[in-house]
């Protein structure tokens, strides 16, 4: 009995967490209009509504973190 409940715990935990995958890139294209950024690979990453496009420039080389299950970008920083 124990060993279930704890196999489930587990399983619970493991589904709650957020998946996040990083890319790093040069930002190509900003487009306030759709609140999105192209980097250099051709991709499109989709900010969140409350994002602050007129920071983000052309150029700029960057690290973004999307959330694996909204598709949106959870952060943008700077590539040292």
């Given at each position: 009995m124990k060993k279930t409940l704890a196999t489930a715990a587990a399983l619970l935990a493991l589904l709650s967490t957020a998946y996040a995958a990083t890319v790093q890139g040069t930002i190509q294209a900003v487009d306030p209009e759709t609140k999105s950024i192209t980097l250099d690979d051709g991709k499109?990453?989709?900010?969140?509504?409350?994002?602050?496009?007129?920071?983000?420039?052309?150029?700029?080389?960057?690290?973004?973190?999307?959330?694996?299950?909204?598709?949106?970008?959870?952060?943008?920083?700077?590539?040292?």
């Open positions: 499109i990453y989709q900010l969140p509504p409350e994002a602050a496009v007129d920071q983000l420039s052309v150029g700029a080389n960057v690290v973004v973190t999307v959330d694996d299950t909204t598709g949106l970008v959870t952060s943008i920083e700077s590539a040292a």
